[in-house]
């Protein structure tokens, strides 16, 4: 019950402007039933193989989320049903899901992950990048893909202030780069510990998952 409950909260806190992706990575499915039968319809993994087996077993008006990192060989196998790909990095990725997503004649929804936090794990394009990526001939010939946002990941912290320089600089980037690009209307940003900061620096999509799911097991 405390899942539900849980979605819930959310939900209404959130309201109708701020997307709610439940990120279930590692999670069993009857928990993820549990969200499900509370009313959410948005789940998020950061593995393809499991985000497969999940669609595979639960019911097909989920929308499934990419949250992490993707490996360009492992692309083939999410391009039937994916809805939503958050940490696109480079444009060989772009075009291995326009690639994949033709096959399956379908069009796949893509975010520029844009690196905003100092950390060296975190992934991600330079601004600078991510406009050249979008203002380059080859995106005109990826007609499967559509680019239709920015992701960010904000330096994990307890430094409120550095946190929200991170996601002002993003909704920034956002801002200057949706000019030429009126297809945007995701701006990403936000997870557990730092939602709330994100959405007043105008983020309409959140990624929570251990806030509504427990702590996860990483056996």
Request: proline share 2%; charged share 30%.
């Amino acid at each position: 019950m405390e899942i539900s409950q849980n979605i819930k909260k959310y939900k209404e806190e959130l309201g109708e402007k701020v997307a709610l992706v439940a990120i279930s990575k590692t999670k069993p499915n009857s928990d993820l039933l549990e969200a499900y039968e509370a009313g959410q319809r948005i789940f998020g993994e950061n593995k393809i193989q499991e985000m497969t087996d999940k669609w595979e077993s639960l019911p097909k008006d989920i929308e499934w989320h990419m949250v992490g990192h993707v490996q360009r060989n492992k692309v083939k196998y999410m391009a039937p049903f994916v809805s939503l790909i958050h940490a696109v990095d480079s444009l060989k990725l772009l075009k291995e899901i326009n690639k994949e997503a033709e096959k399956n004649e379908r069009t796949i929804s893509c975010l520029l992950q844009i690196k905003i936090a100092d950390e060296e794990s975190k992934f991600g394009l330079e601004a600078e990048e991510a406009k050249e990526i979008l203002a380059s001939d080859e995106i005109l010939e990826l007609k499967n893909v559509q680019i239709t946002g920015l992701m960010g990941l904000a330096t994990y912290s307890d430094d409120e202030a550095k946190v929200r320089g991170e996601f002002d600089y993003l909704r920034s980037v956002y801002v200057d780069l949706k000019k030429k690009q009126p297809q945007f209307k995701v701006l990403s940003m936000g997870m557990s510990g730092d939602y709330k900061i994100a959405v007043t620096c105008g983020s309409n999509m959140v990624r929570i998952g251990s806030a509504i799911f427990g702590e996860r097991s990483y056996n």
